[in-house]
């Protein structure tokens, strides 16, 4: 069950991440574009944050599941403690920026999504600190 579980989790990995690395590269061409058609090009690659919540929720479960044998030797742990504050802090910025969307959406207004971007990218450099405790915790 552990391999199984240790593909689902990087298989999250893959898509929170991956969307994140989208987004950055999405952004830098969408600031090129003239309002109107960013608007529209944005609305396009809207379906970009429901994969990442997907892999979010993909990394949560299975990583409960492989956190299971650590929980007793957590105290000695400093890096794991680090990897799951940040992974908390994470989870709070994921729902501060869902809970922006629906309300931009909800109000027809657009101009609240454009204080998200600087979320967005401490959310990115988050993830990658998060992967890199991980093989630091994991070796």
């Known amino acids: 069950m552990k391999e199984v579980m240790l593909i689902i989790h990087f298989i999250g990995l893959a898509m929170a991440l991956g969307t994140g690395f989208a987004n950055l ?10 309002p109107a058609e960013k608007g529209s090009f944005m609305s396009k690659i809207a379906i970009l944050a429901r994969m990442g ?16 044998p650590y929980w007793k030797a957590l105290g000695e742990m ?20 869902l809970l922006t ?11 609240l999504l454009k204080n998200l ?10 993830g990658i600190t998060i ?3 991980a093989v630091l915790v994991f070796h």
């Open 25 to 34: 590269f999405l952004n830098a061409v969408a600031s090129k574009l003239e």
């Open 53 to 68: 919540q997907i892999g979010l929720g993909l990394l949560l479960l299975s990583g409960f599941y492989l956190a299971t």
């Open 78 to 97: 400093p890096l794991f403690i680090a990897k799951l504050s940040l992974v908390g802090l994470l989870l709070i910025s994921v729902s501060y920026i």
């Open 101 to 111: 969307l629906r309300k931009a959406t909800k109000q027809g207004n657009p101009g």
């Open 117 to 126: 971007r600087p979320l967005g990218m401490l959310n990115f450099f988050i």
């Open 131 to 133: 992967v890199v405790l």
